[in-house]
């Protein structure tokens, strides 16, 4: 999946600021709005269809951006990327309801988080890569031709053996099939039925809102890490990481290594018994705000003579958030396999919403970028986010399948799915024993 981010251009176009500006946002314009209806399409279409249209439909945008730029400048730009932006938009939550078809209850937390550091990866590899190929021969239009033959060719591996669920999957064997079929609770006509979605519990579940509301808070807090504070240690401390291609890379870096760690760490207790999944979910939620709230704060008092130390701040917030993958970004699979990719929407579409929220409030505060105690209002009120966010999700989060998540949840008024198995009654034994006399 190509990136979002700006390609490095040569100076061959003579874009202002506000240019710019709009061309950096135009992707997140069309992302904010398919993510909402990214759930929907999975169940009518099946997550294999929408995730290879997408990711082709990316790949072509990023074929065609070279010559449209040609064409007709920084508009087309905008136009192409907000095209890239919808396309991309239905990814996460396709991802998330693929997980909750194909992964066992048992392995949905490691199967997870290794998904997501895929993403780091990617963003690992864009940020050395695209810089060598623009150094190259190819120069900058070699990115996007690059990043268009490898989504190309992954539509391809995705066409051939990808599949919306293990029972028309042709290259897995029977008992592997059965594994993991018969540790998925759903009823007989389960993969050829749409399951009504039901909004209202949805809305009123708090489990959910919890969630809801602490990874808007989570998206809030990694803008502001990767976006403003490069900007605070370039006005403050007078330092242009992003024309170090090794100072750029290093929290991806980071975060990528440490979505190991912190895989590695929740398989060990889970597997040990020494926390359950929603234990884990709440620790490793609390590691990554809270430290990254501390270093925020720190990084606010840092003066000229400190960059080194600005740079490992910054690198150990970045490394620490990633544990708010395991934290809660899978916790959708836990309240809901059925109503996942529709879980995903709704919380995709919000958090979007903060990556636009984000730069805008640190706007308004910052007015002159070399001063730092304008920045450390910014930095101070992330923070807070950060911490309060966190609290109600451990108040009120859980890593527990929701009653709402039954087949039958809106056809029943007590639906037999959502309940647990239980003993016959003596009244009912008793009608029972009477139907039989009676056909006898």
Known sequence: ???????????????????????????FWGYLITQFMGGYLCKLFGVKRVMIWATFCSGVCSAVTPPLIN??????????????????????????????????????NRLGALTYTGIEFGNVLSMFGSGMIARS???????????????????????????????E???????????????????????????????????????????LATRCAA?????TLQAEIPAYMNGVLQMDIKENALFSALPFVASWT???????????????????LTAIRKTFNSLAFWISAATLIGIGFLDMEQKSLAIVLMTLSVGIHSGATIGSSINTIDLSANHASILMGIIQTAS?????????????????????????????????????????????????????????????????LARPPSKTTKLEKLEENKAISNNS
Request: hydrophobic share 45%.
């Open 71 to 108: 064409w007709s400048g920084w508009g087309a730009y905008c136009g192409i990327r907000v095209i890239m932006g919808c396309a991309q938009g239905v990814i996460f939550p396709s991802m998330h309801q693929h997980l909750a078809r194909w992964s066992p209850p048992e392995e949905r």
């Open 352 to 416: 979007t919403g903060m990556s636009i929220i984000t730069p805008l409030i640190a706007g308004a505060i910052v007015t002159n970028k070399g001063d730092r105690s304008q920045w450390q209002i910014v930095f101070i009120i992330t923070a807070v986010i950060f911490i309060v966010f966190n609290c109600i999700y451990v108040a009120f989060g859980k890593a527990v399948t929701q009653p709402w998540d039954a087949e039958d949840f809106l056809l029943d008024s007590q639906p037999k």
């Open 258 to 276: 440490m979505a190991y760690i912190f895989l590695i760490a929740s398989d060990i207790l889970l597997k040990k018994k020494w926390l359950s």
């Open 219 to 223: 998206i809030y807090g990694i803008s």
């Open 137 to 167: 021969p190819m120069g900058w239009p070699g990115i996007s031709y690059i990043s268009a033959a490898v989504v190309f060719a992954c539509c391809i591996l995705w066409f051939i053996f990808g599949s919306n669920n293990a029972t």
């Open 1 to 27: 999946m190509p990136s979002p981010r700006t390609p490095i251009f040569r100076q061959e176009y003579d874009w202002n600021a506000a240019e710019k500006s709009y061309i950096i946002s135009s992707f």
């Open 169 to 211: 999957s042709r290259f897995i064997g029977e008992a592997e099939r059965n594994y993991i079929e018969s540790s998925l609770q759903h009823g007989e006509n389960y993969y050829k039925a749409i399951i009504p979605i039901p909004w209202r519990a949805i809305w009123t579940s708090v489990p959910f809102l919890a969630l």
